[in-house]
T-cell receptor, first 111, second 110 residues
Framework: GQQLNQSPQSMFIQEGEDVSMNCTSS?????WLWYKQDPGEGPVLLIA?????ELTSNGRLTAQFGITRKDSFLNISASIPSDVGIYFC???????????FGEGTQLTVNP | KAGVTQTPRYLIKTRGQQVTLSCSPI?????VSWYQQTPGQGLQFLFE???????NKGNFPGRFSGRQFSNSRSEMNVSTLELGDSALYLC?????????FGPGTRLTVL
């Protein structure tokens, strides 16, 4: 089945630093989504990518859909304490709505 | 627009019991998907419903079932609960390719 490898598993950074995380897949996806999840809550959509090579920003967040359609990355610039949480990538194939999730990146921001 | 809502938010059951969880999608969204989230397995797809029909199914035993009503609201049912069913159950609604998640139902099986 589909496998999504997300790295790093965890990051400890200082406030103001930039952050980068990425996901790679063994198969091709047609949509890449990035979510953030706070403890006890559902994932909140950050950025959606629909085309290979697409680069999309949402405030301090930037994500790209890899040219091979097997990878994606998320950058967070000038991190702030409220960026703390778990970030997930998710890929979707053409048919249906099944999302395959990465293992998540736990981000800690020290003030 | 109101987001995805799930009820109840927390539930405690004992082994062998059955449970029903409810999800109301974003208004106008016809697709509802369910996911199970555990520390060990992460987020795993359970099934998807569209226009009252199951369109896609993950690799879960038959104890896990669902349905969707004509107003797009969905329920999932787990029968004969096992300790390993303790998890956060998430519902997501979508109009096209983007899925929006609810806050989840935290199920604890004792």
């Amino acid at each position: 089945g589909q496998q999504l490898n997300q790295s790093p598993q965890s990051m400890f950074i200082q406030e103001g630093e930039d952050v980068s995380m990425n996901c790679t897949s063994s198969s091709i996806f047609n949509t890449w989504l990035w979510y953030k999840q706070d403890p006890g809550e559902g994932p909140v959509l950050l950025i959606a990518l629909y085309k290979a090579g697409e680069l999309t920003s949402n405030g301090r967040l930037t994500a790209q859909f890899g040219i091979t359609r097997k990878d994606s990355f998320l950058n967070i610039s000038a991190s702030i304490p409220s960026d703390v949480g778990i970030y997930f990538c998710a890929g979707k194939e053409t048919s249906g709505s099944r999302l395959t999730f990465g293992e998540g990146t736990q981000l800690t921001v020290n003030p | 627009k109101a987001g995805v809502t799930q009820t109840p938010r927390y539930l405690i059951k004992t082994r062998g019991q059955q449970v029903t969880l409810s999800c109301s999608p974003i208004s106008g969204h016809r697709s509802v998907s369910w996911y199970q989230q555990t520390p060990g397995q992460g987020l795993q797809f359970l099934f998807e419903y569209f226009s009252e029909t199951q369109r896609n199914k993950g690799n879960f035993p038959g104890r896990f079932s669902g349905r969707q009503f004509s107003n797009s609201r969905s329920e999932m049912n787990v029968s004969t609960l096992e300790l390993g069913d303790s998890a956060l159950y998430l519902c997501a609604s979508s109009l096209s390719d983007t899925q929006y998640f609810g806050p989840g139902t935290r199920l604890t099986v004792l």
